[in-house]
C-alpha cells in the first residue's frame, strides 16, 4: 500500500514562508502527477498546485499564483511546495496527492493522500 507522508507545516505570519514536503513511504508506483490541496474549516477541499511528473508542467490556483512554488525531487519522488507571501485566508489542513494516470487540477483523479499537515497564517 503506498502511502504518502507531508511535513513542514506550522504556524506563520502573515508575509511570511513555509516549504512543505511529501515524499512516499513504502511500495513505489509510478506517477503521473503529484499535487497539493486543501481544505480549511467549513469547505471543501481545493486545488493548490500540481506538477507534472515527466515533463515538469506546474499548475496553479489562481489564488496563489505569484506566491506558491510546486517542485520535484525525481531521485526520492518527493514533491514541495514552497509557500511565500502567506495570508490569513491560507490557513488550512493541506494535502499532499498522487495520480498514477491521469488528472491534474481534479482532486478525484488521484490515487493517493497523505493524512494533510496543518498550515495557519496569524494576522
Known amino acids: 500500500q503506498v502511502q504518502l507522508v507531508e511535513s513542514g507545516g506550522g504556524l506563520v505570519q502573515a508575509g511570511g514562508s513555509l516549504r512543505l514536503s511529501c515524499a512516499p513511504s513504502g511500495r513505489t508506483f509510478s506517477t503521473y502527477a503529484m499535487g497539493w490541496f486543501r481544505q480549511a474549516p467549513g469547505q471543501e477541499r481545493e486545488f493548490v498546485a500540481a506538477?507534472?511528473?515527466?515533463?515538469?508542467?506546474?499548475y496553479y490556483a489562481d489564488s496563489v499564483k505569484g506566491r506558491f512554488t510546486i517542485s520535484r525531487d525525481n531521485a526520492r519522488s518527493t514533491v514541495y511546495l514552497q509557500m511565500t507571501s502567506l495570508k490569513p485566508e491560507d490557513t488550512a489542513v493541506y494535502y499532499c496527492?498522487?495520480?498514477?494516470?491521469?488528472?491534474?487540477?481534479?482532486?478525484?483523479?488521484?490515487?493517493?493522500w497523505g493524512q494533510g499537515t496543518q498550515v495557519t497564517v496569524s494576522s
Open positions: 506538477i507534472n511528473w515527466s515533463s515538469g508542467n506546474t
Open positions: 496527492a498522487a495520480a498514477r494516470r491521469s488528472g491534474v487540477t481534479n482532486q478525484y483523479a488521484y490515487d493517493y
